[in-house]
């Protein structure tokens, strides 16, 4: 999460939104399997999910990349 975190502000130029909600479903199942786990739910900005219609805002998928690289980089 800290590392997610200083990306989001370093990459995005964004002040993170952290928060506990009802979705990520992945993050539910796998936690359930795997036990304690600190696990985060993230990915471009998406609309209308799960139904006809779904949709991606392409610009976000750039940003997003950029965004995940620089996790990976530095776990």
């Given at each position: 999460?800290?590392?997610?975190?200083?990306?989001?502000?370093?990459?995005?130029?964004?002040?993170p939104?952290?928060?506990?909600?009802?979705?990520?479903?992945?993050?539910?199942?796998?936690?359930?399997?795997?036990?304690?786990?600190?696990?985060?739910s993230l990915g471009?900005?998406?609309?209308?999910?799960?139904?006809?219609?779904?949709?991606?805002?392409?610009?976000?998928?750039?940003?997003?990349m950029?965004?995940?690289?620089?996790?990976?980089?530095?776990?």
């Amino acid at each position: 999460l800290r590392t997610a975190a200083d990306s989001c502000r370093r990459i995005l130029n964004e002040e993170p939104v952290i928060e506990a909600i009802h979705a990520g479903l992945e993050c539910g199942i796998i936690g359930e399997r795997a036990g304690e786990l600190e696990m985060i739910s993230l990915g471009p900005d998406i609309g209308n999910v799960h139904v006809p219609g779904e949709y991606v805002n392409a610009a976000s998928v750039d940003s997003f990349m950029k965004f995940l690289l620089d996790i990976l980089e530095n776990i």
